[in-house]
C-alpha cells in the first residue's frame, strides 16, 4: 500500500505542539458557550458596565489583542488570576474520553506539547477530562508566556525558549488560523484543525478531524 502523500511533509518533525480548545476536543463540545457568558460577566462586574458594553468589549480585546485577558491587562491593569480561575469554572463533563486521539498523538515520535491561550490548570482539566493527559510531554499555558497570548510572536518565542524547541523541527495544530501565522513565518509545519478549510498562503494542511490527520502520519 503506498505511503499517504502527507506523511513526508512531516518527516523532519520532532516537535509537536498543540493548541487546546477546539483543537484537542470538538467544537460540539461547546465549551466556549459556557464561557463567553462567564468572560461577559467578569467584565461587566468589574467594569461596571451594562452587560451590553461587556460583550462588546469581550469580542473588541478578543479581535484587537489576542484575547479578552490581555485587553483587560492592558487598558485596566487587571490582575489576570481572579479573571481565569472565573471564567474557567466550567461543567467538563460535556468532554468524552478519546482513546483513538491519545494514541495517535503518544505514538508521534519526539517532543508532544500543549500551548494554550488559557492557563495550565485550565488545560489540564480539559486533558484529563479527554483522557489525553498521559499523551503529553509539558502543558503550556498563558502563565508561561507572560500572559501574551497568541498570535504575538513574542508568546511563540517565549514558550518555545522554554520547552527547548527548535521551530524548524516543529509542527503547530491549531483551530484559529491568525494564530498558524507566527508559527509558519518561524519555520513550522502549520495545521488549521475543524471542519472549515481556509485557503490562507500560511496554512500547510488542513484537519478536519485530528485523530484521523494523525493516522495518516503513521
Not at 120 to 149: I, K
Amino acid at each position: 500500500m503506498p505511503s499517504d502523500p502527507i506523511a513526508p511533509a512531516f518527516a523532519h518533525v520532532r516537535a509537536w505542539v498543540f493548541d487546546l480548545d477546539n483543537t484537542l476536543y470538538p467544537p460540539a463540545a461547546a465549551l466556549f458557550a459556557q464561557m463567553q457568558p462567564r468572560i461577559t460577566a467578569f467584565v461587566c462586574r468589574t467594569l461596571g458596565c451594562t452587560e451590553a458594553e461587556a460583550d462588546r468589549l469581550r469580542d473588541d480585546y478578543w479581535r484587537r489583542y489576542g484575547t479578552t485577558l490581555r485587553g483587560l491587562m492592558a487598558e485596566h491593569g487587571m490582575d489576570p488570576a481572579d479573571y481565569l480561575r472565573f471564567v474557567h469554572d466550567l461543567d467538563f463533563t460535556v468532554l468524552a474520553p478519546d482513546p483513538d486521539l491519545a494514541g495517535r498523538i503518544a505514538a508521534l515520535p519526539g517532543r508532544r506539547i500543549v500551548f494554550t491561550n488559557g492557563d495550565a490548570d485550565y488545560a489540564g482539566r480539559v486533558l484529563a477530562a479527554r483522557g489525553l493527559t498521559g499523551a503529553f510531554d509539558a502543558v503550556y499555558g498563558v502563565e508561561h508566556a507572560g500572559y501574551l497570548p497568541k498570535p504575538e510572536q513574542a508568546a511563540f518565542e517565549a514558550v518555545f525558549a522554554l520547552d527547548a524547541l527548535s521551530p524548524a523541527e516543529g509542527a503547530f495544530f491549531e483551530d484559529d488560523p491568525r494564530n498558524l501565522l507566527v508559527p509558519h513565518l518561524m519555520g513550522m509545519r502549520t495545521v488549521l484543525v475543524g471542519p472549515e478549510w481556509l485557503d490562507r498562503g500560511h496554512v500547510h494542511h488542513h484537519a478536519p478531524d485530528l485523530a484521523a490527520f494523525l493516522g495518516r502520519l503513521a
